[in-house]
């Protein structure tokens, strides 16, 4: 009997650990390296969204009629505050926070209208915001019986829609 030769290979064992190896590593760098601007916009998204939805139950609550509407450029005030970026009207003071936005440089528009209505009737009709912060965008459209849900593009917001059963496809420019 002659001694075992060792293998020249590797064991598929071996291969399976490496490739394990370097499958974390590309996803903890993806995720290290996610951009910041569209974290940024999606958290004001969901904070706004959450605004709305509660000037909506205030408005609905108290028969109320409510505006929400954005009061232009946010900006630093004499004193050095920031300045209001968007507004509810016709909710009692302090019922909200201040309009403020938690980044600046964020921005918003209301697409199709000045304001929206937002009570107290329960159904305020189909409602659409564009937000921006830097390089990236956010839409957050309703049907106006739902709540305000968050998409990159006029594509997804229309598969969100389907899915939320809003009706119909986002109206033209």
Do not use: K, N, Y
Request: aromatic share 4%; no cysteine; proline share 6%.
């Amino acid at each position: 009997m002659t001694p075992a030769r060792p293998s020249a290979g590797f064991t598929l064992i071996e291969l399976l650990m490496v490739l394990l190896l370097v499958a974390m590593t590309t996803g903890l760098i993806g995720l290290s390296l996610r951009d910041d601007d569209g974290v940024r916009l999606e958290r004001e998204a969901q904070r706004l969204s959450a605004l709305i939805e509660a000037a909506r139950a205030q408005a609905r609550a108290s028969g109320l009629v409510v505006h929400f509407e954005f009061t232009g450029e946010a900006a630093r005030d004499d004193a050095g505050a920031d300045s209001l970026a968007f507004r509810f009207v016709g909710l009692p003071d302090g019922a909200l926070p201040p309009g403020r936005w938690l980044q600046s440089g964020t921005r918003g528009q209301i697409l199709g209208a000045r304001s929206l209505l937002l009570g107290p009737e329960p159904l305020i009709g189909r409602q659409r915001i564009q937000l921006s912060h830097g390089e990236a965008h956010l839409i957050l459209i309703t049907d106006g019986l739902g709540p305000f849900i968050a998409a990159h593009d006029e594509a997804e917001a229309a598969a969100l829609a389907a899915g939320q059963g809003l009706i119909g496809p986002p109206p033209q420019r």
